[in-house]
């Protein structure tokens, strides 16, 4: 899998799920269960990943989407 985004933000996780979601392509918040030990603060930003297969369709989509400055560096 390829991380496309690294972010506390929960909204915008949501978002691009819901766009992955969408366009049928898999996709994984990891680190979601580390916001359980550090007490749900948000400190400990989650990742974002989706298929190595389907990654590129999907950093499109996110771009498309108005998302392009989330996207992290050097992920092609």
């Keep these: 899998m390829r991380e496309l985004i690294r972010t506390n933000d929960a909204v915008l996780l949501s978002f691009a799920e819901s766009l992955m979601k969408d366009a049928g392509i898999h996709c994984l918040i990891a680190d979601q269960a580390m916001s359980v030990l550090e007490g749900s603060l948000g400190l400990l930003p989650r990742r974002f990943l989706v298929d190595e297969e389907r990654a590129e369709q ?11 400055a989330e996207l992290r560096d050097g992920q092609a």
């Design 58 to 68: 999907a950093r499109r989509i996110l771009i498309d989407a108005g998302l392009e």
